[in-house]
């Protein structure tokens, strides 16, 4: 069977890039990495993804005048290596309906909150600012709004009392390279099916009973 073809995208080091290159190294995720796009010549992501032998190209969007002329050029990039799902793993561009028409339903990323709260950026500093008791990452749909596609999983992580946004964002690191895979081998067996706002994964896994408390209901 054909392996799923991935095109990620990404703007920084590269951490949740890592996480699926080794993810379909040791069989987790039946896809291959076909090419990896980012706009930042010193990502750190075009590097790891060199280094693992995967085609790599830098488009830098300030050498276009504007948004669309931008994702013209990255659709073109993709169309050319048979991307079958784009990625977006860290990729600090929002995307135009260019691009969400040349991949309708076929573009996920990875939000470092509990959506729909604190969409956007600085989420981990929104989220201690607001005095939330727990936050995490979502894998989700693409759609043309800011962080605003259907949800396909999500991880949740506690607040600790004297975490700064750095504590936190490493502690919801960890949940997004271990949901990331999951959620693209999901989309490869085709059992991702979306229904309005809802994301049915089917056929369905046991569901998750289990409840967290932030404090503790003891003590």
């Known amino acids: 069977m054909k392996k799923l073809r991935l095109g990620v995208l990404a703007s920084g080091g590269g951490t949740n890039l890592q996480s ?7 069989g987790r995720l039946s896809a291959e990495i076909a090419i990896v796009i980012s706009n930042n010549p010193g990502a750190g ?21 504007d948004r669309t002329a931008f994702d013209h050029s990255v659709v073109q990039q993709l169309r050319d290596a048979e991307t079958d799902l784009v990625v977006l793993a860290g990729f600090m561009r929002i995307i135009s309906a260019t691009f969400i028409e ?29 005095g939330a008791r727990f936050s995490g990452c979502t894998v989700h749909f693409v759609d043309a709004g800011v962080d605003t ?42 059992r991702l099916h979306i229904e309005g706002r809802r994301v049915r994964i089917l056929p369905a896994p046991p569901p998750c009973n289990g409840a967290m408390h932030n404090p503790g209901l003891e003590g």
């Open 20 to 26: 699926l290159i080794d993810s379909c190294a040791d």
């Open 149 to 190: 596609g259907p949800i396909i999983m999500q991880a949740v992580v506690p607040v600790h009392e004297e975490d700064t946004a750095e504590d936190l964002a490493a502690r919801i690191l960890v949940e997004e390279h271990k949901i990331y895979p999951r959620a693209i081998q999901l989309f490869a067996e085709n």
């Open 45 to 65: 992501a075009l590097e790891r993804a060199a280094k693992a032998g995967i085609e790599t190209c830098c488009i830098n969007h300030r050498d276009f005048a």
């Open 102 to 130: 040349a991949y309708p339903q076929r573009i996920i990323n990875i939000h470092p909150a509990l959506l729909p709260a604190f969409p956007g950026l600085h989420v981990q500093q929104q989220a201690i600012d607001y």
